[in-house]
Antibody, heavy 120, light 107 residues
Framework: QVQLVESGGGVVQPGRSLRLSCAAS????????MYWVRQAPGKGLEMVAV????????FYADSVKGRFITSRDNAKNTLYLEMNNLRVEDTAVYHC?????????????WGHGSLVTVSS | DIILTQSPATLSVSPGGRATLSCRAS??????LAWYRQKPGQAPRLLIY???TRATGVSATFSGSGSGTEFTLTISSLQSEDSAIYYC?????????FGQGTNVEIK
């Protein structure tokens, strides 16, 4: 069955960096766009970044553009999110999600998420 | 950017009752709308995509309708396990956007 498992979260000071990973299994990872979606404590959902199936096309939310980089290793069935110059407002649970669609995507499977806390 | 507005913010329904959730888009999005249910401490679960197609394994008590800018999610017979926050999500235009959620409570 499809499984998405995030890791790499933790507590980090403002301005520092952190890298999240999302290990995928149970499907052909290299055929799907993969997303990062975050949820601040007690708040709603926010799309952060997407990497198209071949990893060449990537897009970012304005709130993280220039600070976050997503990448994927299709040989390892793993999605990454490199988060730099972290801010307090980046505190959230970060989910990876599988995208379904032709141009843009809805999300049919989600990981449980990895908590990132940015605090001094 | 497209803004999705969900209403009501909170909905309290008796077991077996009917819940009607609304999602309004600030621009037309055709039928490129999905609905998710999120229980506390869990990841969201896909319920509906394409505005009206139930995802695999989703109960027939869930139905979606609408196109353009006005969309509805209906839960025809509410069960205790349906107590959750429900989000709509547009994937017609970049950037993808979510509504702020409707909290469905069981009386």
């Amino acid at each position: 069955q499809v499984q998405l498992v995030e890791s790499g979260g933790g507590v980090v000071q403002p301005g520092r960096s952190l890298r999240l990973s999302c290990a995928a299994s149970g499907f052909s990872f290299n055929q799907y766009a993969m997303y990062w979606v975050r949820q601040a404590p007690g708040k709603g959902l926010e799309m952060v970044a997407v990497a198209w199936s071949d990893g060449r096309k990537k897009f970012y939310a304005d709130s993280v553009k220039g600070r976050f980089i997503t990448s994927r290793d299709n040989a390892k069935n793993t999605l990454y999110l490199e988060m730099n110059n972290l801010r307090v407002e980046d505190t959230a649970v970060y989910h990876c999600a599988r995208g379904i669609g032709i141009i843009l995507h809805y999300f049919d499977f989600w990981g449980h998420g990895s908590l990132v806390t940015v605090s001094s | 950017d497209i803004i999705l507005t969900q209403s009501p913010a909170t909905l309290s329904v008796s077991p077996g009752g009917r819940a009607t959730l609304s999602c309004r888009a600030s621009q037309t999005i055709s039928t490129n709308l999905a609905w998710y249910r999120q229980k506390p401490g869990q990841a969201p679960r896909l319920l509906i995509y394409g505005a009206s197609t139930r995802a695999t394994g989703v109960s027939a008590t869930f139905s979606g309708s609408g196109s353009g800018t006005e969309f509805t999610l209906t839960i025809s017979s509410l069960q205790s396990e349906d107590s959750a926050i429900y989000y709509c999500h547009q994937y017609n235009n970049w950037p993808p956007a979510f509504g702020q959620g409707t909290n469905v409570e069981i009386k």
